[in-house]
């Protein structure tokens, strides 16, 4: 049996009552807020292992809601929403969103995200090392090795190439990393990350030139693989 929690966020009865039958009948376990600040002291009393999370609350704006959630809470957090504006979608992955999904949303989907975001949150949270090709990062000792040989970084490039390692394959948007390393205040300094992913990109890029492991999405960030 599936024992994971999830944690519904949404002010619309029949949204809760549809998410409840779907989530429990593929034996998860359902807990329910019917606005943000609810939400906030359920995660707080029960930390879930999931939080599937609407916008549009009749408290506050789903995007506060996310803010306050990522001060401490680490887990899974899915937006599902109406709204599926560029702007929106964009904004929610800044503040930490782990997915997003508009509504009406395809039941398939949903768990299939479920599942994906349970799995790899999961695979963190028991991971010691993480490795890609010729990289090698011990989570234990902070040691970081390429072809073998130790490579030492700065306590600032080890943050933050273990933040876009830890979510290996996903696009981090420049807000969300600025945000995560240097906090809230330098989230308009993307010259902090082009110097910091440049160094990167010398130490452990065979050739810095034409990089594998350190991937710019144009525009939005960068990607580790």
């Known amino acids: ?24 009948s593929n034996d998860y376990k359902v807990i329910q807020a019917a606005d943000g600040m609810e939400g906030l002291h359920l995660a707080a009393n029960h930390s879930p292992g999931l939080i599937i999370l609407d916008l549009g609350l009749p408290d506050r704006s789903g ?5 306050d959630l990522r001060n401490w809470y680490e887990k899974p957090v899915i937006i ?19 997915d997003y ?20 949150n999961q695979n ?18 902070r040691n970081v090795y ?6 030492k970084l700065t306590s600032t490039e080890y943050n933050l190439l273990t933040l876009l390692a830890k979510n290996q394959g996903r696009v981090l948007t420049h807000q969300y990393l600025l945000k995560s390393i240097w906090g809230p205040g330098a989230q308009t300094e993307t010259q902090y990350l082009r110097v910091f992913i440049a160094q990167l990109r010398k130490k452990l890029e ?3 030139n034409l990089p594998k ?13």
């Not at 963190?124 to 000792?141: G, N, R, V």
């Not at 492991?213 to 693989?225: A, M, W």
């Open 213 to 225: 492991h350190f991937i710019t999405e144009s525009g939005v960030g960068y990607r580790f693989l």
């Open 146 to 151: 390429k072809d073998r040989e130790m490579v």
């Open 124 to 141: 963190i949270e028991l991971q010691q090392k993480i490795c890609a090709d010729d990289l090698e990062i011990d989570l234990t000792t």
């Open 80 to 98: 599902l929403s109406v709204l599926d504006s560029e702007e929106d979608i964009v904004k929610a992955l800044d503040n930490g969103a782990t």
């Open 101 to 120: 999904l508009t509504k009406p949303f395809r039941t398939g989907e949903l768990l299939a995200r479920i599942r994906s975001s349970l799995r790899l």
């Open 1 to 24: 049996m599936n024992k994971s929690e999830i944690l519904i966020i949404d002010d619309e009865p029949q949204i809760r009552k549809l998410l409840k039958i779907i989530l429990e």
């Open 206 to 208: 065979k050739n810095p």
């Open 63 to 67: 995007h506060e809601i996310l803010q």
